[in-house]
Protein backbone atom coordinates (compact mmCIF):
# COMPACT_ATOMS: atom_id res chain seq x y z
CA UNK A 1 0.00 0.00 0.00
CA UNK A 2 1.36 3.83 -0.74
CA UNK A 3 1.06 6.79 0.74
CA UNK A 4 -1.09 9.75 0.14
CA UNK A 5 0.71 12.73 0.63
CA UNK A 6 -1.59 16.11 0.29
CA UNK A 7 -0.49 19.20 0.60
CA UNK A 8 -1.51 21.49 3.41
CA UNK A 9 -1.14 25.17 2.05
CA UNK A 10 1.22 27.10 -0.35
CA UNK A 11 3.58 27.52 2.39
CA UNK A 12 4.69 23.91 3.79
CA UNK A 13 3.14 21.36 5.32
CA UNK A 14 1.53 17.70 3.93
CA UNK A 15 -0.94 15.56 5.12
CA UNK A 16 0.46 11.94 5.03
CA UNK A 17 -2.29 9.12 5.10
CA UNK A 18 -2.44 5.60 3.89
CA UNK A 19 -0.14 4.50 6.86
CA UNK A 20 -0.03 3.45 10.02
CA UNK A 21 2.42 4.29 11.86
CA UNK A 22 2.08 1.78 15.00
CA UNK A 23 3.66 -1.09 12.67
CA UNK A 24 7.25 -0.82 10.70
CA UNK A 25 7.59 0.52 7.98
CA UNK A 26 8.95 -0.48 4.83
CA UNK A 27 11.92 0.68 2.44
CA UNK A 28 9.97 1.95 -0.43
CA UNK A 29 7.14 3.83 2.21
CA UNK A 30 10.07 5.30 4.33
CA UNK A 31 11.69 6.85 0.80
CA UNK A 32 8.16 7.71 0.09
CA UNK A 33 8.20 9.98 3.20
CA UNK A 34 11.29 11.22 3.28
CA UNK A 35 10.71 12.31 -0.34
CA UNK A 36 7.82 14.31 0.87
CA UNK A 37 9.60 15.67 3.85
CA UNK A 38 12.36 17.05 1.96
CA UNK A 39 9.25 18.51 -0.56
CA UNK A 40 6.79 19.66 2.12
CA UNK A 41 9.25 20.06 5.47
CA UNK A 42 6.59 19.38 7.90
CA UNK A 43 4.63 16.07 7.80
CA UNK A 44 1.33 15.30 9.82
CA UNK A 45 0.09 11.93 10.29
CA UNK A 46 -3.61 12.21 11.41
CA UNK A 47 -5.56 9.43 13.30
CA UNK A 48 -2.71 7.81 14.88
CA UNK A 49 -2.54 5.56 18.00
CA UNK A 50 1.14 4.70 19.17
CA UNK A 51 2.47 3.87 22.15
CA UNK A 52 6.23 5.55 23.22
CA UNK A 53 8.47 2.85 21.50
CA UNK A 54 6.06 2.77 18.57
CA UNK A 55 6.66 6.84 18.22
CA UNK A 56 10.31 6.02 18.87
CA UNK A 57 10.44 2.91 16.30
CA UNK A 58 8.88 5.83 14.06
CA UNK A 59 12.04 8.23 14.77
CA UNK A 60 14.72 5.49 14.04
CA UNK A 61 14.08 5.49 10.32
CA UNK A 62 15.72 8.97 9.59
CA UNK A 63 18.45 8.81 12.80
CA UNK A 64 19.49 8.34 16.07
CA UNK A 65 17.36 9.29 18.77
CA UNK A 66 18.49 12.71 20.79
CA UNK A 67 18.47 12.33 24.26
CA UNK A 68 16.69 14.98 25.67
CA UNK A 69 19.23 17.41 27.37
CA UNK A 70 17.51 18.63 30.65
CA UNK A 71 16.90 15.57 32.16
CA UNK A 72 18.49 12.70 34.39
CA UNK A 73 21.22 10.60 33.10
CA UNK A 74 19.13 7.35 34.89
CA UNK A 75 15.96 8.61 33.51
CA UNK A 76 13.86 5.13 32.47
CA UNK A 77 12.55 6.90 28.58
CA UNK A 78 16.05 9.15 27.71
CA UNK A 79 13.98 10.12 24.56
CA UNK A 80 10.88 11.04 25.05
CA UNK A 81 9.32 14.41 26.12
CA UNK A 82 6.18 15.57 27.48
CA UNK A 83 5.33 18.93 25.85
CA UNK A 84 2.56 19.73 28.59
CA UNK A 85 0.96 21.98 31.04
CA UNK A 86 -0.16 18.60 32.69
CA UNK A 87 1.68 18.46 35.73
CA UNK A 88 1.11 14.87 37.74
CA UNK A 89 3.38 12.73 34.88
CA UNK A 90 6.05 10.36 35.91
CA UNK A 91 8.41 11.67 33.00
CA UNK A 92 10.24 14.80 31.56
CA UNK A 93 7.97 17.71 30.86
CA UNK A 94 8.53 21.07 29.52
CA UNK A 95 7.26 23.92 28.22
CA UNK A 96 5.21 27.12 29.94
CA UNK A 97 2.03 27.71 29.26
CA UNK A 98 0.47 29.84 26.72
CA UNK A 99 2.06 31.27 23.73
CA UNK A 100 5.21 30.92 22.15
CA UNK A 101 7.56 33.21 19.89
CA UNK A 102 9.05 31.16 16.10
CA UNK A 103 12.14 29.77 16.88
CA UNK A 104 14.30 26.49 15.94
CA UNK A 105 14.72 23.82 18.10
CA UNK A 106 17.96 23.43 20.49
CA UNK A 107 19.78 26.16 17.92
CA UNK A 108 21.47 27.32 20.94
CA UNK A 109 23.34 24.41 21.34
CA UNK A 110 26.28 23.73 18.79
CA UNK A 111 24.17 20.50 17.21
CA UNK A 112 20.71 21.36 17.13
CA UNK A 113 18.31 18.44 16.49
CA UNK A 114 17.56 17.63 12.55
CA UNK A 115 13.26 17.05 13.41
CA UNK A 116 11.28 16.34 15.88
CA UNK A 117 7.90 14.62 16.13
CA UNK A 118 5.30 15.47 18.67
CA UNK A 119 1.94 13.27 18.86
CA UNK A 120 -1.23 14.86 20.27
CA UNK A 121 -2.35 12.83 23.32
CA UNK A 122 -4.41 15.56 24.60
CA UNK A 123 -5.66 18.89 22.92
CA UNK A 124 -7.05 22.36 24.13
CA UNK A 125 -10.79 23.18 22.72
CA UNK A 126 -9.34 26.40 21.65
CA UNK A 127 -5.73 27.77 21.02
CA UNK A 128 -2.80 26.08 21.56
CA UNK A 129 -2.18 25.67 17.60
CA UNK A 130 0.91 25.93 15.91
CA UNK A 131 2.53 27.84 13.33
CA UNK A 132 5.26 26.31 11.06
CA UNK A 133 7.24 28.74 8.47
CA UNK A 134 9.13 27.72 5.63
CA UNK A 135 12.32 29.23 6.17
CA UNK A 136 13.82 28.03 2.59
CA UNK A 137 10.91 30.23 0.44
CA UNK A 138 11.67 32.94 2.80
CA UNK A 139 15.73 32.57 1.99
CA UNK A 140 14.66 32.68 -1.50
CA UNK A 141 12.52 35.63 -2.05
CA UNK A 142 15.15 37.68 -0.90
CA UNK A 143 17.00 39.92 -3.51
CA UNK A 144 19.99 39.21 -4.74
CA UNK A 145 21.43 42.49 -2.74
CA UNK A 146 19.97 41.08 0.87
CA UNK A 147 21.75 37.35 -0.15
CA UNK A 148 24.69 39.15 -0.54
CA UNK A 149 24.55 40.79 2.66
CA UNK A 150 23.81 37.80 4.29
CA UNK A 151 26.76 35.65 2.74
CA UNK A 152 29.07 34.45 5.56
CA UNK A 153 27.18 36.30 9.25
CA UNK A 154 26.63 34.25 12.37
CA UNK A 155 24.40 34.81 15.08
CA UNK A 156 24.25 34.38 18.59
CA UNK A 157 21.19 32.13 19.34
CA UNK A 158 20.13 31.67 23.11
CA UNK A 159 17.62 30.97 25.31
CA UNK A 160 16.60 31.07 28.84
CA UNK A 161 13.74 29.03 29.97
CA UNK A 162 13.07 31.01 32.95
CA UNK A 163 12.09 33.70 31.05
CA UNK A 164 8.93 34.35 29.20
CA UNK A 165 8.68 33.08 25.69
CA UNK A 166 6.91 35.87 23.91
CA UNK A 167 9.82 38.48 24.75
CA UNK A 168 13.18 38.75 23.76
CA UNK A 169 15.95 38.58 26.76
CA UNK A 170 17.26 42.64 27.90
CA UNK A 171 20.44 40.78 29.44
CA UNK A 172 21.73 37.85 28.48
CA UNK A 173 22.72 35.19 31.18
CA UNK A 174 26.36 33.77 30.09
CA UNK A 175 25.44 30.48 32.32
CA UNK A 176 22.34 29.37 29.96
CA UNK A 177 22.85 27.95 26.84
CA UNK A 178 24.08 29.63 23.45
CA UNK A 179 25.74 29.03 19.81
CA UNK A 180 26.43 30.76 17.41
CA UNK A 181 25.19 30.16 13.61
CA UNK A 182 25.26 30.77 10.20
CA UNK A 183 22.72 33.25 9.52
CA UNK A 184 22.01 31.07 6.29
CA UNK A 185 21.72 27.19 6.58
CA UNK A 186 22.52 24.96 3.67
CA UNK A 187 20.26 22.12 4.26
CA UNK A 188 22.27 18.80 4.63
CA UNK A 189 20.17 16.70 2.13
CA UNK A 190 18.26 19.11 0.14
CA UNK A 191 21.66 21.70 -1.11
CA UNK A 192 18.65 24.52 -0.51
CA UNK A 193 19.70 27.71 1.72
CA UNK A 194 17.31 28.67 4.41
CA UNK A 195 17.41 31.75 6.82
CA UNK A 196 18.49 30.37 10.24
CA UNK A 197 17.34 32.79 12.83
CA UNK A 198 14.20 33.56 14.95
CA UNK A 199 12.57 36.08 16.79
CA UNK A 200 12.78 33.98 20.74
CA UNK A 201 16.07 32.89 20.46
CA UNK A 202 18.55 34.76 17.89
CA UNK A 203 20.15 37.92 19.81
CA UNK A 204 22.59 39.33 17.68
CA UNK A 205 24.97 38.97 15.19
CA UNK A 206 28.29 38.64 15.63
CA UNK A 207 31.10 41.41 14.69
CA UNK A 208 28.28 44.07 13.47
CA UNK A 209 27.43 47.48 15.33
CA UNK A 210 24.25 46.46 17.48
CA UNK A 211 22.28 49.14 15.46
CA UNK A 212 23.35 47.23 12.28
CA UNK A 213 22.52 43.71 13.63
CA UNK A 214 19.24 44.55 14.96
CA UNK A 215 17.88 46.12 11.48
CA UNK A 216 19.34 42.32 9.57
CA UNK A 217 17.83 40.56 12.80
CA UNK A 218 14.16 42.33 12.38
CA UNK A 219 14.02 42.34 8.63
CA UNK A 220 14.49 38.41 8.56
CA UNK A 221 11.85 38.10 11.45
CA UNK A 222 9.35 40.12 9.45
CA UNK A 223 10.55 38.11 6.43
CA UNK A 224 9.91 34.89 7.52
CA UNK A 225 7.19 35.40 9.40
CA UNK A 226 5.00 36.83 6.47
CA UNK A 227 1.80 35.06 5.81
CA UNK A 228 2.46 33.29 2.95
CA UNK A 229 5.81 31.30 4.33
CA UNK A 230 3.21 29.65 7.16
CA UNK A 231 0.75 27.39 7.87
CA UNK A 232 -1.22 27.17 11.23
CA UNK A 233 -1.73 23.82 12.34
CA UNK A 234 -5.04 23.04 14.55
CA UNK A 235 -4.24 20.29 16.06
CA UNK A 236 -6.56 16.91 16.31
CA UNK A 237 -6.44 13.95 18.78
CA UNK A 238 -3.88 11.44 17.24
CA UNK A 239 -2.27 13.82 14.82
CA UNK A 240 1.66 12.57 14.68
CA UNK A 241 3.61 15.84 13.31
CA UNK A 242 7.09 15.81 12.02
CA UNK A 243 8.92 18.84 11.13
CA UNK A 244 12.29 19.52 9.80
CA UNK A 245 14.11 21.59 12.16
CA UNK A 246 16.96 22.22 9.75
CA UNK A 247 14.44 24.94 7.34
CA UNK A 248 11.27 25.41 9.22
CA UNK A 249 10.37 27.30 12.50
CA UNK A 250 7.50 27.07 14.70
CA UNK A 251 5.60 28.68 17.21
CA UNK A 252 2.60 28.18 19.58
CA UNK A 253 -0.92 30.30 20.09
CA UNK A 254 -2.30 30.77 23.39
CA UNK A 255 -4.15 28.45 25.27
CA UNK A 256 -5.93 28.60 28.34
CA UNK A 257 -3.79 27.67 31.15
CA UNK A 258 -6.94 25.86 32.94
CA UNK A 259 -7.25 23.83 29.18
CA UNK A 260 -5.20 20.51 29.28
CA UNK A 261 -2.62 20.01 26.43
CA UNK A 262 -0.45 16.84 25.85
CA UNK A 263 2.39 16.45 23.67
CA UNK A 264 4.76 13.79 23.54
CA UNK A 265 7.54 14.83 21.43
CA UNK A 266 10.55 12.06 20.39
CA UNK A 267 13.30 14.16 18.18
CA UNK A 268 16.26 13.11 16.01
CA UNK A 269 19.99 13.79 15.98
CA UNK A 270 21.18 15.17 13.29
CA UNK A 271 24.85 13.80 12.58
CA UNK A 272 25.78 16.39 10.57
CA UNK A 273 27.24 19.92 11.43
CA UNK A 274 24.92 23.24 10.44
CA UNK A 275 26.83 24.49 7.92
CA UNK A 276 26.32 27.96 5.51
FE1 LIG B 1 9.98 24.24 19.88
Not at 59 to 88: Q, W, Y
Not at 213 to 232: A, G, H, T, V, W
Request: proline letters at 7%.
Amino acid sequence: MSIIVTPLSDALGAAVTGIDLSQPVNEQTLSDIKQAWYEHVILVFPNQDISDEEQENFCLNFGELERVRTIDAGSETPHVMMITNVKELDKPTALPDGEMMFHYDQCYYEQPCMGATLYAIEIPDVGGNTLFANCTKAYEALSHDWKQRLDGLRALNYYDYGLTPTMRPEEMNPDVPQWTHPVVRTHSETGRKAIYVSRLMSMRIEGLPEEESNEILNFLFDQMEKPEYIYEHVWSKGDLMMWDNRCSVHARTHFSPNARRMMRRVTVRDPKPVAA
